[in-house]
């Protein structure tokens, strides 16, 4: 069983910042083909919210455009979600998600990922 392994998680008030980890066996984070990360409010379902294929190129959900970064550090296969501007509605459980190469696999904010995370929380109050 492939385990990506999150961090980072937590509570803030709104306007307030997280970081958010993640750590995985190579295949999944420094050679996958798409790693991105998914989310799941409350009460709601989940969606993707960035993703940075393995060229580096990277897209966002347009909720998260202007606030959100997603970046890599492939020397320590660990993903990373900048997190700025935290909103309420950002409340959710977090997760990372990778995707080794498929054929039609589009690198784009989506829920579809082969291999995932346990999740971390993220609470934002008003």
């Known amino acids: 069983q492939v385990q990506l392994v999150e961090s980072g998680g937590g509570s803030v008030q709104a306007g307030g910042s997280l970081r958010l980890s993640c750590v995985g066996p190579?295949?999944?984070?420094?050679?996958?083909?798409?790693t991105g990360w998914v989310r799941h409010p409350p009460g709601k379902e989940r969606g993707g919210v960035a993703t940075i294929a393995n060229d580096g190129t990277t897209s966002y959900t347009d909720s998260v455009k202007g606030r959100f970064t997603i970046s890599k550090e492939d020397a320590k296969n660990t993903l990373y979600l900048q997190m700025n501007g935290l909103k309420p509605e950002d409340t959710a459980m977090y997760y990372c998600?990778?995707?080794?190469?498929?054929?039609?696999?589009?690198?784009?904010?989506?829920?579809?990922?082969?291999?995932w995370g346990h999740g971390t929380q993220v609470t934002v109050s008003s």
């Open positions: 998600a990778a995707q080794t190469w498929l054929w039609g696999f589009d690198c784009r904010p989506r829920t579809d990922f082969t291999y």
């Open positions: 190579s295949y999944t984070i420094s050679y996958a083909f798409c």
